[in-house]
């Protein structure tokens, strides 16, 4: 299995932020949400694109951001919007780029066409999973890391179901019941090839019960975190995806014996009887980062 490594660390809570709000975006430093998406793409109306763009390369100058994980989402790479999209992130240097409606190998590669045109410096890319043609062929989508060097690593796919809901006709209701197996494919998918993965998100913030059951849902199967629409859910996905006091002892003990003088440089080594490998101890880093 290849790894893909990103620089971002814990995942608990990807809050959704439309690009154009300059309130909401002066907000972010006070933010306790683990990422934000700055996006350019459904949250923004066609006529306020281009200011869009410009907030967002502020915010990311922004000092007070420095230390923030901040995360541009473009419009299709089949937009007359995409190209201004690269340019804007090739300025604004975010931690990773998002793109919407993943379903072709093509669009993939056009996203890093497009930023090495645009001069971008070497980030992560994300991909939204939420169309019918996206999850069938998740296992070449999924598959489409990159050759060693890869400026643009795909490392993290995110689950779109509003559009998967809209664009199958299945409904949300009873636990997601119906579109637990197309999420459990893309997860599965994903974890096969060291990508990281995001749950969808959660359309009622005034229902803080149907939220903890659905991120404890997501986080039981096996999802890094839980993409959210707004502030009032980061705490709850904080306690849905925090370790287990076993997942941390766990952790703790992954890392403390990486960090041994004699297993210095170890791709993997023996712990309690059997292998732990580099994987485990970017997973237990992750852990603790979360808790």
């Not at 000092?63 to 995409?82: K, Y």
């Not at 296992?139 to 664009?167: F, K, M």
């Not at 599965?188 to 659905?214: M, T």
Request: no cysteine; hydrophobic share 50%; net charge negative.
């Amino acid at each position: 299995m290849t790894q893909a490594t990103s620089p971002i660390g814990a995942m608990r809570s990807v809050l959704y932020m439309p690009g154009d709000k300059e309130r909401a975006l002066q907000k972010i430093p006070g933010l306790a949400a683990d990422v934000v998406v700055l996006d350019l793409e459904d949250a923004v109306a066609p006529e306020k694109k281009a200011e869009a763009r410009e907030r967002i390369v502020q915010t990311l100058a922004e000092p007070a951001n420095a230390a923030r994980a901040l995360v541009v989402r473009t419009n299709g790479v089949d937009t007359p919007e995409f190209a201004a999209d690269l340019q804007a992130v090739a300025r604004a240097r975010p931690a990773a780029v998002l793109i919407p409606k993943y379903e072709t190998l093509e669009a993939l590669q056009a996203l890093r066409d497009g930023l090495r045109a645009a001069g971008a410096p070497g980030l992560p890319v994300w991909a939204m999973v939420e169309t019918p043609l996206g999850i069938a062929d998740i296992a070449r989508l999924a598959d489409a890391n990159q050759a060693p060097g890869e400026a643009y690593p795909l490392t993290t796919l995110v689950i779109g179901t509003n559009d998967i809901a809209r664009l199958t006709g299945t409904r949300m209701d009873d636990g997601r019941r119906h579109m637990l197996a197309w999420l459990s494919t893309v997860l599965i998918h994903a974890k096969a090839r060291g990508l990281r993965v995001l749950d969808g998100v959660y359309n009622d913030f005034s229902d803080a019960e149907g939220f903890a059951r659905e991120a404890a849902q997501a986080r039981a199967m096996g999802f890094d975190g839980k993409t959210l629409i707004h502030p009032a859910q980061i705490a709850p996905a904080h306690v849905a995806f925090a370790p287990t006091p076993e997942e941390r002892a766990w952790a703790e003990k992954v890392v403390q014996a990486f960090a041994l003088p004699e297993n210095q440089g170890s791709g993997a080594i023996k712990l309690d009887g059997g292998m732990v490998e580099l994987l485990h101890l970017e997973i237990a880093r992750r852990w603790l980062a979360a808790a």
